[in-house]
C-alpha cells in the first residue's frame, strides 16, 4: 500500500531588514522556525553587513535563501509607491539579485528565489508589464530561480508565462479583499494583530485552500508558502505559534522545491 505524501508547506519571513545601527526584529530566533528567508538587499531596508550575516545564519539553518528586491525607498520602508518604468524596474531587480548572490557565492551556497518588497510587489500584482519586468530580470539572471508573488496575481502569471518556477504566496496577518488584493495597509483592520485569529487564517490557506474576505465572502486561494512578518511586534510568537499549529494540522514546513 502506497504512503499518502503529507502536504507541505513553506514558511517565509522577510529578513535583514536592520540597517547600522539600527535593528528591527530577531532575526536569529525567527531563522529557527521558517523555511525560507527573503532577505533585503539594501533599497528598502539592509546594509552589506547585515545581508552577509543573514546569509551565513540562513546557511546554517539550512533555511533557503531569497532576494528581497524592492524599489529604492530607505526613509519610506519600501511602503510608497513610484512612478517607475519597466524598464527601471528591470534593472533595480537585476541589481539587488546580483548583490545578494555575491554573499550566498562567497558563503558556498546559492539563492533560491526571489521576492518583491512592500509597494513593489503590490505594483507588481496587478500592472503586467512591471510584473514581465521582474519575471524577465530573474530568468536573466538564473531561471531555475523561484519568483514569489502574491496568489492569483498578474506576477505570478507573468513568471508562469515564460516557465520560470513560481511560489504562489499567501498572508496569514493580512486581509483580503473580495478581488484577492490585500487590504491597503493604511486602512482600519488591514493588519490582522490577534495571533490566534491569524493562525486560524494561515490553517485555512493551507489546508483548504481558501480565505474569508473583507466583505464575507470566501476566496479560493491555493498557497505554496505563508509570509510571516518579522517586523511586528508579536513575530516571534506568532511565528512559533503558527509553525506548531500547521505541524499538528499534519503539514510538513519546507522550502519550495526542497527534498
Known sequence: ?????????????????????????????????????????????????????????????????????????????????????????????LYQIGALHAFTQAAGTRLAHVKPHGALYNMAARDTALAEAIARAVQQFDPELRLFGLANSALIDSARAIGLPVAAEAFADRRYCANGSLQPRGESGAVIEDVAQATTQAIGIAQDNSVAATDGSRLSLHADTLCLHGDGAHALTFASQLREALQAAGLRIAAPGAV
Open 1 to 93: 500500500m502506497e504512503a499518502v505524501a503529507m502536504k507541505r508547506i513553506d514558511l517565509n519571513c522577510d529578513l535583514g531588514e536592520s540597517f547600522g545601527a539600527w535593528r528591527m526584529g530577531d532575526d536569529d530566533a525567527l531563522l529557527a522556525l521558517i523555511s525560507s528567508a527573503s532577505i533585503a538587499c539594501g533599497f528598502h531596508a539592509g546594509d552589506p553587513d547585515i545581508m552577509q550575516y543573514t546569509v551565513t545564519q540562513a546557511m546554517a539553518r539550512g533555511v533557503a535563501i531569497g532576494a528581497h528586491v524592492s524599489l529604492p525607498d530607505l526613509q519610506g520602508f519600501g511602503r510608497r509607491e513610484m512612478r517607475v518604468t519597466p524598464a527601471e524596474v528591470h534593472a533595480m531587480t
